[in-house]
């Protein structure tokens, strides 16, 4: 679900990009704070700075 969200807020290349990150972050506090990330962030690189940040990469 937050795939689609990158997707349709930022682009399919950034939702690409993002995907594998996406599925290394279990924990659900961690999945609810990335959902607010899509909303908050208008910039794709800062939501995917961030990203990384939570992911260890």
């Known amino acids: 679900m937050l795939t689609l969200q990158v997707n349709r807020r930022y ?4 939702a690409e990009e993002v995907s594998p990150l996406l599925q290394g972050v279990r ?3 961690l999945l ?6 899509v909303i908050k962030y208008d910039d794709g690189q800062v939501f995917f700075k961030k990203l990384k940040e939570v992911a260890g990469r």
Do not use: C, D, I, S
């Open 27 to 29: 924990e659900l506090r």
């Open 32 to 37: 609810e704070a990335v959902g607010e990330w």
């Open 11 to 14: 682009g399919p290349g950034m």
